[in-house]
């Protein structure tokens, strides 16, 4: 990329057009993080908080590395095995995953950013401005309440899976890697999205990933290899976004602030490692692994959650509403994103092709210019 601007894109778009400073990055972000984690913990004679916290170490593993690897987020991991297996409050462990995410995720956004990883940039500013207005909303004014959060997102995000199962290997229906237009309605809508996706996620701990990916992969159409990435950037800043609120205004951190501390080391490597493996793996394999992933979380969510009638109702609503959402979204696919694909493809193949043009003339030059120096 060839625009340098100042401030802070500048300096982002400088690093990452350097080879030097693009594979410093991340090191250099790791040093800074266990320094100053360390340091913290020794001043403040923190380390016995492994020992009563371990759980949370050991649930991050995992669940950092699902966070960089899929739409789901580490929230997504942390907060049914907190609240269902561990018995915290889920005030608690929707405190601890945006808490956490904002480490692990950012990080994850960081090796995204510099490995030039394909992203939607407009879609991650826009759905990210309406995070901040969702987080807030979500904080003061709307309280769904943990549980049936849970199970609202629980049940939503299993029609999704069985969605994206029809739209891959039913329908086979093609995809693209970027936008095919970008309007004043596609800002609004963004934003709108990210505003829903943040209340979720102020109640939840994450979800404003997993509803942009529905919107990204059954209504536009794009390639999960490049919604994933874009979704995990999305819940990073949100995440941020969330601790700032929590922390700054609610006070609400400090229960968490333990389990916080003893995942801090393990998800500054998790999340980068999910991001990797994902940009190196298959679409199949991503949708796979995602469709897994909603699979183990509403069977532990029908065998560990107790259902009351108003929890049932809500099961049935969400899941006759989610079936009404998705296929709006795919008939819109498939009447006006669809049509306009072979161009798109074209466009994408011709672009590809011009690039492949421009290195082998590039070789070409360089090596005329060896044998004119022999």
């Not at 401005?129 to 299993?158: D, E, H, M, R």
Request: aromatic share 10%; hydrophobic share 55%; proline share 4%.
């Amino acid at each position: 990329m060839s625009s340098r601007g100042n401030g802070l894109l500048g300096l982002l778009q400088r690093v990452q057009d350097s080879p030097t400073a693009s594979k410093r990055a991340y090191p250099i972000a790791v040093a800074v993080v266990l320094v100053t984690w360390t340091t913290y913990m020794t001043l403040s004679n923190s380390w016995h908080l492994f020992g009563e916290f371990w759980s949370a170490t050991l649930t991050m593993t995992l669940g950092s590395f699902v966070a960089g690897a899929t739409a789901e987020g580490g929230a997504a991991v942390a907060f049914p095995v907190f609240t269902k297996v561990l018995e915290i409050p889920p005030e608690t462990a929707r405190t601890f995953g945006l808490m956490i995410q904002s480490v692990g995720m950012t990080m994850a956004a960081l090796v995204i950013w510099v490995r030039r990883i394909p992203i939607l940039p407009r879609v991650i500013g826009w759905v990210s401005l309406g995070g901040v207005f969702g987080q807030v909303i979500g904080a003061y004014w709307i309280s769904i309440g943990g549980a049936n959060a849970k199970i609202l997102f629980t049940f939503v995000a299993s029609v999704f899976g069985a969605a994206v199962v029809v739209s891959r290997w039913g329908f086979k229906l093609p995809t693209i890697e970027r936008l095919p237009s970008w309007r004043l309605n596609d800002r609004i809508f963004y934003t709108f999205i990210g505003v829903i996706g943040g209340v979720f996620a102020a109640n939840t701990g994450s979800g404003i990933d997993m509803i942009t990916f529905i919107v990204l992969t059954l209504a536009i159409g794009i390639n999960e290899k490049v919604s994933t990435p874009t979704t995990v950037v999305i819940m990073g800043i949100n995440s941020v976004v969330g601790f700032a609120v929590r922390g700054l205004f609610v006070g609400t951190i400090d229960e968490a602030l333990g389990y916080w501390l003893v995942a801090v080391p393990v998800v500054i490597f998790g999340a980068p490692l999910g991001a990797y493996a994902a940009s190196k793996a298959t679409r199949d394999h991503i949708i796979i692994l995602l469709v897994s992933l909603i699979s183990i979380e509403l069977v532990t969510t029908l065998l560990l959650v107790p259902f009351s009638p108003a929890a049932s109702r809500l099961a049935i609503f969400s899941v006759a509403a989610a079936i009404i959402w998705f296929l709006a979204m795919l008939t819109y696919r498939v009447k006006h994103i669809v049509p306009s694909m072979e161009a798109l493809v074209a466009e994408e193949a011709n672009a590809k092709l011009g690039d492949a043009s421009e290195l082998e003339l590039s070789v070409a030059d360089g090596a005329k210019q060896e044998v004119g120096e022999q």
